[in-house]
């Protein structure tokens, strides 16, 4: 495993863009856990709690779930021990609030963020990319139908069954985009004026070249 000293990145970029199987080879890589908003947020709609219940109304529509529910979730999570050497934020922060908060949660814990990676892909590529995107129900793995196909037509290398997300679809995919426009490009100049910004153009890129950038950006070369 890589030596990764404290390791806060932030994965940046529209839904489809590549950050979510990027945050889990650099997971693996340096042994520090991924957060997914998106995952987190699906979990609590699968075990029916409050929050779960409360999010799934947006999360259907393609809009953003509150602020307050977020910022609770991610207090909560990035508190763990498992976050001592560093975590992976993958799809937060969304909105220049988030961003904030979270500089202020990590200014108390004495920590800071390493870098902001961001993930530039044409619009065309990424709708693409959702329409033929499938997840594991167990393991979480991430294949596209085209680009990166499973094992077998409807299974994960580790024998979960493979489903299409519900807002993978036409509609909700033109929402989630309009949503990622407005209030989360913002976050672009954001991050460039605290000098924490890397710019993948990841468009027409396979995951490996992407992740190799990456990684050369995280060894500092
Ligand atoms: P994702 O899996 O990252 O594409 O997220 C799926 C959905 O969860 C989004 O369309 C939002 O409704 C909600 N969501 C995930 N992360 C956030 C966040 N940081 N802020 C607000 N809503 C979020």
Redo the contacts with the bound molecule.
């Keep these: 495993m890589a030596d990764s000293g404290d390791m806060v990145i932030i994965m940046l970029g529209p839904?489809g863009c590549g950050k979510g199987t990027q945050s889990k080879l650099i997971s693996s890589k340096f042994g520090i856990p991924q957060i997914?908003?998106?995952?987190m947020?699906r979990e609590e709609r699968e075990k029916g709690t409050d929050v779960g219940r409360r999010?799934s109304v947006?999360?259907d529509r393609?809009?953003?779930?509150p602020d307050e529910l977020?910022l609770e979730m991610i207090n909560r999570r990035i508190e763990k021990e498992d976050c001592n050497k560093g975590f992976i934020l993958d799809?937060?922060?969304?909105?220049l609030e988030?961003a904030k908060a979270l500089d202020d949660i990590l200014k108390k814990m004495g920590r800071s963020i390493r870098q902001v990676f961001y993930f530039d892909v044409p619009d065309s590529e990424l709708i693409e990319r959702l329409g033929g995107r499938i997840s594991c129900v167990v393991c979480g793995k991430i294949y596209h139908k085209k680009f990166n196909p499973p094992p077998s037509e409807d299974k994960c290398e580790c024998g979960g069954y493979l489903l299409q997300r519900p807002?993978d679809n036409p509609e909700v995919i033109s929402q989630?985009l309009e949503v990622y426009r407005k209030l989360t490009l913002p976050l672009l100049d954001y991050y460039r004026g605290k000098n924490k910004l890397f710019e993948i153009h990841g468009g027409g890129k396979t995951i490996e070249e992407n992740s190799r950038i990456i990684l050369k950006a995280l060894s500092g070369e």
């Design positions: 839904p997914s908003t998106g995952d947020l999010s947006f999360m393609g809009e953003l779930v977020i799809g937060f922060p969304r909105t988030q807002d989630r």
